[in-house]
């Protein structure tokens, strides 16, 4: 398993990277181990699969409240945690994606999946 982090500031603390390299053998982020291009969300599986996806399934029925909206929220990930496919497919999705971003030489690419 690769960590991959979102860049927040504080992942790059001394602290976060000194735990990070002492627990895993590699790991995306700033100052990680794997180089990663800045500001790729089109190469990160959260942005190109996961919020769309969550977003479809909590909006299937608009939820009236908050508590309703949470509520949503939390089934809809619960539901996507179980589907180990959709998963499983989602991050082998990351390779053909890498592929066609080198392919382009880091250029759009999506339009050529």
């Not at 990070?20 to 190469?43: E, F, K, M």
């Not at 479809?56 to 939820?63: A, D, E, F, G, S």
């Not at 949470?70 to 592929?99: C, F, G, P, W, Y």
Request: glycine letters at 6%; aromatic letters at 8%; one cysteine or more.
């Amino acid at each position: 398993m690769i960590l991959q982090l979102d860049g927040a500031p504080a992942h790059f603390a001394l602290l976060v990277r000194n735990h990070l390299n002492a627990h895993y053998s590699s790991w995306i982020g700033r100052g990680g181990t794997i180089a990663w291009p800045p500001r790729s969300p089109d190469l990160t599986p959260l942005d190109f699969f996961l919020w769309g996806t969550l977003k479809r399934r909590v909006y299937v029925n608009v939820p009236n409240t908050r508590e309703e909206l949470a509520e949503k929220i939390i089934q809809a990930a619960n539901e996507l945690r179980e589907d180990k496919a959709m998963i499983q497919r989602s991050t082998q999705h990351v390779a053909l994606r890498a592929t066609a971003c080198l392919q382009r030489q880091g250029g759009h690419f999506e339009q050529f999946l």
